[in-house]
């Protein structure tokens, strides 16, 4: 029996120069509608969710940052590697999760833990976009971003960002720091229907 190779980490292409990356990917949708034209209806069904992905892709190519989820920190906060492989550390904007980690080992918030392997199994090698509100960068250095999972143009965003998805589900509570405050009152009206459900945390709150 042959032993199979590790599965390789998604390869992100560099996200620094929108209009290069623009026209590579108006190139590589033209390759795909040629395949598609010259198999004509042999086309499988794989070549046609790639080429609806690419046309997507490019209706939608604006300001984000594309990158792979390398590790999460905490609820709240992820390692995110953008193209040509470099790591930034991402602050999810707009919410507050408790800390998995305390000062000490043994010293987690309630319900920390929780929200910490909730972010983990949900983005950890996930591919994911990043929106900027208004800040790039809080004090410490991390980029600000909205984290979407799903395209933003999609309309359904409780479900494909993720910064809503915690609030909704009850891992974190609204953290609202000006001037990054677009997505606050949404937020704020998940977080008093995840309360009013005991949802996640507000389960521990009296």
Known sequence: MTSRS??????????TDHRKGKKLLSAITAVFLVLGVFYGGQASGLHRE??????????AYGPLETGVVARVVDGDTILVRLGGGEEVRVRLIGVDTPESVGRYASDPEPYGKEAAAFTRERLEGRVVHLEKDVSDTDRYGRLLRYVWTGKP????WEEDMFNAVLVKEGYARVATFPPDVKMADRFLELERTA????????????
Do not use: N, Q, V, Y
């Open 195 to 206: 309360r009013k459900g005991d949802k996640g945390l507000w389960a521990f709150e009296p």
């Open 153 to 156: 143009e999609s309309g359904d």
């Open 50 to 59: 790639l080429l609806a992905a690419l046309l997507g892709m490019e209706a």
């Open 6 to 15: 590790p599965r390789r980490p998604p390869t992100i292409a560099p996200a």
